[in-house]
């Protein structure tokens, strides 16, 4: 019943992810308020603004004092309501800047991880149109250790999408690697944003990253967005250089 | 020298068999008291944590009587047990079992308390986002990386039982058969007149025992570190 719902949702560009929350950090304050639909939303600014203690709300890492999360039609977190999914119940992918890869798994089963904990039989397609995606197919054998920087957000980019994310947040996932390696992960992030039906919030403080992917932008300044908008929002900023 | 009599393969097959069962009984409650001190703050911490390191500094023989007082045949768990489950520890090598394991617990406690606080706290939320609950993600993430402070606890524990001799002669003698392991065979030969001989490969039982405990050691922690490390 739901399937289509959202579907019908997506394609007309209406509201997927709706968050509206308040958090006290210490003497920082975070209130935000936006909707993401489909696509990539780019939460951008600079660093310090709330971007991450954002996703991590989101996700369900950190518990907001105050207000409302909900994607699609499912509340996951309602403070007036005491409502507050569990990050593992959530369905919501996160790519952590630092990868966070399993350091005692391999790459296969870092990547397996998510379907054996949700108990749903294997589906060799599915793992293996991903892993080729992402082209990661030849380092399935390996440790995280062995893998490069690059090799391995792209690793934990495939897991977080072989858990079968209802969204998917991407915080600063290229800003651990040198600018070689972002260069030769972002043309994947775009054939994700083309290819993989799956709505993306992608945290950055970097106006070029931002450029080459977002579809909607949630400019983001000391714990309070300060715009919403397309690209045009990027206009004033400087181009950073990737490469 | 090598002809074992029946005495003596009877207290080292003893040994190894009470050193077996305490260090296999006290591992779930190293794991569970290791967790607790690594990573909960509850009133009492304090006095578990001074709890569980007490055999360690008690003399052996305060442990025993211990024992004895509470787990002896009219000591209160003592008592409980045996209406209740039919379980007897005085003088029998279950009780043997039970000095082992308790003075042998918190050698095995520490590497785990130490190996589950160096853990990466943010793998496992990244497990959690991944739709492990916390159960799994204990046994899927946090065991698995705390496995070499893990074995490190398990062959620290494992060697202090199979050497284990105040706590266990005071709480259930030194009967053969039943609770006489090589530390107490050699004890006893030695206050026999002409016992010098037999005392002598005892000890070179007891040194053998300990050389190949080490050696398999080694080579367990470092299978263990391969793990991680290796390709």
């Known amino acids: 019943m739901a399937q289509p719902a959202r579907d019908h949702a997506l394609s007309r560009g209406m509201t997927v992810l709706a968050v509206d929350v308040e958090k006290q950090l210490g003497a920082f304050k975070l209130t935000v308020n936006f ?35 909900t994607l699609d039609d499912t509340v996951v977190f309602d403070a007036a309501q005491r409502i507050d999914v569990p990050p593992h119940r959530r369905r919501i992918g996160y790519v952590f800047q630092e990868g966070r890869l399993f350091p005692h798994l391999s790459v296969r089963q870092n990547l397996d991880y998510g379907r054996r904990m949700s108990g749903r039989p294997r589906d060799g397609s599915e793992f293996e149109r991903i892993a080729a995606l992402l082209g990661i197919t030849h380092l399935l054998n390996r440790r995280p250790r062995m ?41 994947y992030l775009v054939r994700l944003r083309d290819e993989a039906a799956i709505p993306m919030v992608y945290v950055s403080h970097t106006a070029t990253e931002v450029r080459r992917l977002a579809t909607t932008v949630v400019r983001l300044d000391q714990g309070h967005v300060a715009e919403i908008g397309g690209l045009e929002l990027l206009a004033g900023t400087e181009l950073e250089a990737l490469d | 020298m090598f002809d074992l009599s029946v005495a003596e393969w009877t207290a080292l097959k003893l040994s190894l068999r009470i050193a077996v069962v305490a260090t296999a009984w006290a591992l779930p ?32 023989v305060v442990t025993g009587y211990l024992l004895l007082i509470w787990f002896g045949r009219k000591g209160p768990i ?27 617990f918190p050698l095995m406690v520490r590497p785990i308390r130490l190996a589950l606080e160096s853990i990466d706290r943010r793998l496992e939320d990244a497990a959690g986002t991944l ?61 026999i007149p002409d016992g010098d001989a037999a005392a002598a490969r005892m000890v070179v039982i007891a040194i053998v025992l300990a050389l190949v405990a080490l050696v398999g050691a080694e080579w367990l922690s470092r299978r263990a570190t391969t793990r991680f490390h290796g390709g």
């Open chain 1, 35 to 69: 909707r993401a639909a489909g696509g990539i939303t780019a939460l951008f600014g600079p660093s310090g603004a709330g971007k991450t203690s954002l996703v991590n709300m989101i996700a369900g890492l950190l518990t907001p004092d105050r207000g409302r999360i």
């Open chain 2, 131 to 191: 739709g492990a609950s916390s159960i799994l993600v204990f046994f899927t993430i946090t065991l698995p990386l705390a496995l070499p402070g893990i074995i490190a606890g398990v062959l620290l524990c494992f060697a202090r039982a199979l050497g284990e001799f105040g706590a266990t002669i005071t709480f259930v003698s030194n009967i053969p058969g039943e609770t006489q392991t090589i530390s107490a065979a050699i004890y006893t030969f030695l206050q």
């Open chain 2, 29 to 60: 409650f190293a794991v569970a008291v290791g967790w607790l001190l690594a990573r909960k703050s509850f009133w009492g911490k304090t006095i578990l944590d001074g709890l569980v390191h007490l055999p360690l500094v008690l003399p052996p």
């Open chain 2, 78 to 104: 003592g008592v409980f047990l045996h209406d209740y489950f039919g379980i007897v520890f005085a003088f029998r090598w279950t009780g043997a079992a039970l000095a082992a394991a308790v003075m042998g």
């Open chain 1, 147 to 187: 893998l490069s920087g690059g090799e391995r957000q792209r690793v934990a980019i495939g897991r977080a999408l072989l858990m079968r994310p209802r969204l998917l947040l991407l915080d600063e996932p290229l800003a651990s690697l040198d600018s070689g390696h972002k260069g030769e992960i972002l043309p």
